[in-house]
Each structure stands twice: as C-alpha cells, then as structure tokens.
C-alpha cells in the first residue's frame, strides 16, 4: 500500500482515506442518538455561522446605539458583554437566541432537554474565547458544546 494512500491526499484527507480502505463512520449525530435529517438532527456548521453573524451584528448594534455614546472602541467592549448577556439569558430560558431563531436553530443537552443555566455560561463563556468553538469533533461539536453537554440542533 502506498503512503500517500493510507494518509489520503491532502485535499481529501484522512477520513476519505479510512473511508476508502472500508472505515464507516456513519452521519454526523449517530453517535449521539440523533436522526440524520430534519428536525432534531445536527445543525450546519454555515447555519450556525450566520446564526452567531447575526446576534454579533444585534448585539454591536444595540452597544453603538445604546451603550456607547457614538464611539466605536467602546462599542466593540460593550458588544462582548450584551453578546454574553443575551446569550445565556436566550439560551438557559428558550433554548435559542434570536440569530439562532432566525434559522431555525436551538441548543439541547445531550438527553434531549432544554440547557440550564449552568451548562449555558459555560457554553457562552466557551464560545467567547473563540479557540474551543473552533475545535471540533467528528459530529461538528465544537468543544463549548463538548464541556458544556450541548448540541445545537435544527428546529
């Protein structure tokens, strides 16, 4: 066998390359128990990309208007706070923030039930440094959703 199969081609990868010599590794959400479209299956990585797209831009309209007396600079501290505000606010009481609303998108624990308070802090804190939301596993979880026992969703 040759290296580069085994290894894949670099525009494939790895995973093509397991998936060639007989690997099966099933759709994203088997291993958690969820179906593989529709409702209550995975969320999209873009989906949830835009979802976050569109509460930052809420969240940096309302410190501009609001918070920020016409200041740029000041705006974006305040942006970090109301992101995190609504966030766990959203989350821990409806299960989704507006963005997230908007496409049809929702956050679960694993079980299947709404996230607590807890879970939820832990999730948005997470999720403001940035890094852990952009390491994910094999099911497109980032590690906010990992430690917080997450997983968004669609509607």
Known sequence: MDKREALG????????????????FGYRGERLGLPKDGPGSIAPVGRRLVAL?????????????????GSARAADNWTFV????????????????????????RVIRLNGGRAGVLPVVIRTVLLLLVVPSAVWD?????LHDKAAGTVEVRM
Do not use: N
């Not at 995190?84 to 963005?99: E, I």
């Open 9 to 24: 081609s670099w525009l494939q990868g790895p995973r093509a390359a397991a998936e060639q010599m007989g690997a099966d």
């Open 53 to 69: 797209f569109v509460d930052w831009a809420l969240c940096l309209l309302i410190a501009y208007g609001l918070l920020s007396h």
């Open 82 to 105: 109301i992101f995190g505000v609504l966030s766990v606010l959203t989350l821990a009481t409806l299960g989704t923030t507006p963005g997230k609303r908007l496409l049809r998108l």
């Open 138 to 142: 094999r099911d497109t979880r980032g």
